[in-house]
């Protein structure tokens, strides 16, 4: 009998077996890149029997579901690392996946490939969940190094012990993953160990006590006052986090108050102050004097660098409490900074918090928490698999996003153009028609064929029929994040039928969809949940394309300057709030419209590459792909692809990321960002 | 013997909501497939996630069974079939029912993971927007029983159930228990596809067994309770008292399962919102008319 590669250790005994079977027949799998790119290449896991969780640590299957870039496959040993023992990997298609562990069973991408797949695990389960000897498995990425860093100065980074050449102070050790060092995005979370959750993973196993060794960072010891510096113990890394000073936060607010002949003020409330003790109106607390204020007041902050003695720091720790520096007026007197009398060998502000906390980002609230680095990607349920997003995170509001996209790389120099159609088709597996089409136009414009009017009207309903089921994929993912479980059942069972479907089919099944269409618009609750969520005007639409920006009014889409369209009667349609809900709308009316296209074309027609090509040559296309214009430069030199430039929405779309979700509650963020549809594959190609 | 009997119904009735509750999720009715997940369950590994407070790691799920039984123990299966016939049983249930917010604050700061803790803090928010709609409809309850005791509230409701006597006091309870229970669309704290779990996301094996058998009992406690002061409790024809309340609670469970999820998960602001706003006000309104219909006809 053959083990599992994530065989649980332990003796086989009859009880252990009977647990064996069990898990046999109650697979939950964590799918990646994703279930929307699953569901694109034609895979259905819940109706193959397969339950979908939303966090590797409730699974014991990992379902490797097509290829993946090697940036994937590296989160994918994270998540691996993350999942409970007994665990197995069902790999289809996916190619070369160390460092994860040679898969337990594989199959073809597809359905029956799933099926059969399954089977073949659930007697792998039975037979080899336990064993008496299991191999270790260590993330790659999650292997961490100890580096030292000088408490004060966070760039200056060495890989050995010493004194820091900016201030002369010792350097204290930290721990950093290797990820991290590598600078490998979705893992932002390792970095230093507030990293939490997610990619946090580990062979945490029961017995790994040796961690417990962290816990004196974890609170906020260590943070009060500066005297010591064991408090910093490196174990902080972030050069960005702000929150290093929060416990003294308030009781310190004085310190920074603006300079006036009151000598008394509340601890709470700064602009109450008084020139003798007593308690403050607003709230009735002791004022406090604020005389060491003054003290450090007339120096400026200037002062701070010149202290020899870290006693005096007490007080400075509190303008870390302050958080925003420009809240509460009154700080302009730091601009005495200026003028440090600079002593050999150390800088100005050393020691001060006001020099560790200036120009960091502050929340708006004025309410000082820690932040929190999360990474909600590449393998997030409810976004696109593949979409590296990582949030910082202000209790539960975003202060910061950051999108990047897992690109699969140029096409190899030598390309033959014939094969162009192929290899941009390949690039996206969540938009590989509009992609294949997009490459044909581009050559057609080289050679300078042109199709006729009944195959253009053809292809033009083989693209439209993707967009539909692109848009249903997308609708899946959005009932997932939103807790719809029959919308997202319905929705993929639908995208299912039709991805492939002939006209005929289709005909039969748009009733279904346009029904489908309409329950989601009247479902109860669902337009108070989107509406208001990641609006755009129209004036911050410029730049962006496809249904997000129809759906602020603007009428942009490449369709219209298509004469095959023309032909079709086609008619840009657009909504005019420009929030998630708008974008839902018109997601669902362009679903519609597609279907009426496709009906009247009456035939769908995948493109073929033109022949004859010629050798060299200059060609250009667009297209309007399911998420917006998409353009293709294209340069052929000795019958090779040699220049190929494909501009897609996903820069433009990602860009709105950021400033929409400033501020936003996390649930309300993910929303908004869901209702972009970002395609993070085949970007930069 | 009560109480072995109260417990066995328990386990049964905790069964029957596992079975709802795969149905509506996975949309395949099974009878085994609780069974088959507890025993897979068991069977994993369990993982302590990095720099985790231990105490409250473990102590949440733990804490979450511990309110869930004792908020069971004053719920009446039929006359004397109860495990403790408080004077001040209604009163107890709340009581009881407040550690549920504790355990999930523990879950979700003890394993030191993002997810979890924002899930866990979001349920504070939560409390807030259902702690007094759980209790002002209670009040109205009370009031036409005249008394605390759930026995006593169940026979005040002889002639007419409380669900006809005061239904918008019923609909807010409802609301409410949704939001103690974090059943869908309340489910804020875990929230699938936008928390990734949340407090239970870093939990396995036989931990993650405890918190979901924890979070069947409170189901069962809260609807329990609703057969209790809306439904009549026992009263019925024809089949023995433990049967009515058997069927009511297990019915009225199903429909809290399934009838959320079809709605999309609330903002949390907006439940927030609603909770205070209107739901208070009903509420008040509720207390407000019982006392007058109470004085007025003698039912």
Redesign the interface.
Known sequence: MTVLSGAREGAITGLRGLIARAMARDLCAFVVPGADVARARGLDVGAAGLHRTDTPRHANVLLVAGPVTPALVEAASVVWAQMPRPRAILALEAGDIAPLPAPDAAGVLAQDGLVAGLADLRRAFVGGAFAEQVADFEAPALTTQIEYTCPMHPEVISDEPGKCPKCGMVLVEREVSGAAQKGHEGHEGHEGHEGHEGHEGHEGHEGHEGHEGHEGHEGHEGHEGHEGHEGHEGHEKSPERPAQAENTGHSAHAVHAPEQPATYTCPMHPEVTSDRPGSCPKCGMDLVPRGQAGEHGDGGHSGHGGHGSHAGHGSHAGHGGHGDHGGHGGHEEHGGHGSAPDIPGIEPHFMSMVGLTEGKPVSPDGLVMEWIDAPFGPFFPGLPGGLGLTLTLDGDSVVRAAVSSHASGPPAPDLAAKDLPDRLAALSPLAPGALRELACRALESVSGIAPGPDAATARAAAVERERVASHLNWLADLARQTGLSWLERRAAALHQGLRAAGTDEIARRAPAIRALAGRVRRTPLLRDKLAGIGRIGTSGAEGIVGPVARATGLATDARADDPAYAELGFATLTQTSGDAWARLSQRLAEIGQSLDLIARAGAIALPEAPAPLPRDGHGMASLETPRGKATLHLILKDGSAGTVHLTTPFAALAALVEPMTRQMELAEALTAIASLDLDPWGVDA | MSIVLVLLALAIGCYLVAVFEGW????RFSLM?P???A??L??????????PDRLFFETGPILLLVAGLLSVAVIPLAPGLIITDLAIGALFLNAALAYVLVALIMAGWG????????GG??FLGQFIAYAMLIVMPITAVAMRAESLSTTQIVLSQAALWNVVYQPIGFVLFVIAALGVAWL??I??PT???????GV??????AR?AVWRLARLVIVVALSGATVTFYFGGWLGPWLPGWAWTALKTVAVAAAMLTLG??????????YLAVSWKLGISLALANIFLVGVIALLVPI
């Open positions: 509506a999720v996975h949309g497939r069974a088959i997940s025993l897979a068991l069977g994993r590994e369990q993982i302590l996630p990095r720099t394993p030191n993971g993002a997810y979890a803790m924002v803090w979001r869908p669309p489910d804020l929230g699938g596809g936008d928390l990734a779990g239970e996301a870093e939990y396995t094996g993650l999820r079809h709605l999309p998960r609330l903002r949390e602001e907006r």
